[in-house]
């Protein structure tokens, strides 16, 4: 599977916009960009996937550079809930390939 | 509905005694996975099954791991014997072939301290 890199961590203030980063220079054409996300003392849950085009859902966004080599993970407001460690993953489209969960990044959220 | 259930929780043992963690994917979920995540790292693949078939157990340490899926719903992880090395959580996760995405949903694990 492809390597992701991610910081080890950021800080953000509550109700303000955490954009997460993550590069992936070495990203294939099947290859899709999942984030997941593990609150403290929790199983990792998805946030947001996307290919190409950027992705909005209830819980965040995803934007993709055009040459697909990055992207960003963005939390519109952030809440105290939304602390946790956030992992960027690359997923081949077929699905049948497993997750590879590098260390992430630990986003601190202060009131 | 219902998501993936672990139990126990937390498992305390002494080294070379054996354990065994149990698994309840959602239900129709045809996809199952054991990872192991140690502290301070991401979640690493141990096993994977495709209903009853294990497609993919390659970072199983199969001189003292075992795991298995009867009827292709429930699933067991067994160590036997335990090493202090093996103290980690270990979560399950299941994910069903007709949802596109391939999301995979994660139980809340099982905490093992090996002493």
């Known amino acids: 599977d492809a390597k992701t890199t991610q910081p080890n961590s950021m800080e953000s203030n509550e109700e303000e916009p955490v954009h997460l980063p993550c590069n992936h220079s070495t990203i294939s054409g099947t290859d899709y960009i999942h984030w997941y996300r593990q609150l403290p003392s929790q199983g990792p849950e998805y946030v947001i996937h996307g290919l190409t085009s950027n992705v909005n859902n209830r819980m965040a966004s995803l934007a993709i550079a055009e040459d697909r080599k990055s992207s960003t993970l963005i939390l519109h407001r952030a809440t105290l809930r939304d602390a946790a460690v956030y992992y960027c993953i690359l997923r081949d489209k077929s699905g049948y390939s497993t997750l590879t969960f590098g260390k992430g990044t630990m986003l601190l959220v202060s009131p | 509905e219902a998501g993936v259930v672990q139990s126990p929780r937390y498992k305390i043992i002494e080294k070379k005694q054996p354990v065994a963690f149990w698994c309840n994917p959602i239900?129709?979920?045809?996809?199952l996975y054991w990872y192991r995540q140690n502290l301070g790292q991401g979640p690493e693949l141990l096993i994977r099954y495709e209903n009853e078939e294990a497609v993919d157990d390659s970072q199983l340490p199969k001189d003292r791991f075992s795991a298995e899926r009867l009827k292709g719903v429930d699933s067991t992880l067994k160590i036997q014997p335990a090493e202090l090395g093996d103290s980690a959580v270990y979560l399950c996760?299941?994910?069903?072939?007709?949802?596109?995405?391939?999301?995979?949903?994660f139980g809340p694990g099982t905490r093992l301290t090996v002493t």
């Open positions: 239900s129709g979920h045809n996809t």
């Open positions: 996760a299941s994910s069903a072939r007709r949802d596109r995405s391939y999301e995979q949903y």
